[in-house]
């Protein structure tokens, strides 16, 4: 069965560049690291510069952190950041305790 094939925007493609000059990976492993971590590139939503998502890919490859495990901490954060009341509420809560 064929892989299917996955399409990356200019700025994924920019990551993989980056990887291939700052890295030394090749261009097929620049874009085979990319497409590992696709979905952790997509859900990040490419705020930083390639670079930045470059060398961060490289380190987790090194250090065998899987994709799964980068989008379940992201998952977490995202759900920590939902409950979080704001500053405000904390605010009031110290100065009600005063």
Same mark, same amino acid.
């Given at each position: 069965?064929p892989?299917?094939r ?8 920019? %990551? ?14 620049a ?9 952790? %590139? ?8 390639? +670079?930045?998502?470059?060398? +961060?890919l ?13 989008l379940?901490? %992201?998952?977490? %954060?995202e759900?920590?950041?939902?409950r ?15």
């Open positions: 069965m892989k299917t996955v399409r990356l925007s200019l700025y994924e493609r920019g %990551i993989a560049e980056a990887l291939v000059s700052h890295y030394r990976y090749t261009p097929h492993e874009r085979e690291l990319v497409v590992e971590y696709i979905a952790v %590139i997509r859900k990040l939503s490419g705020y930083e510069q390639c +670079l930045h998502y470059a060398e +961060l490289h380190r987790a490859r090194e250090s065998g952190y899987a994709p799964s495990a980068w379940q901490r %992201i998952i977490e %954060i759900g920590g950041e939902a979080d009341r704001g500053i405000g509420a904390e605010q009031q809560e110290y100065l009600q305790s005063r």
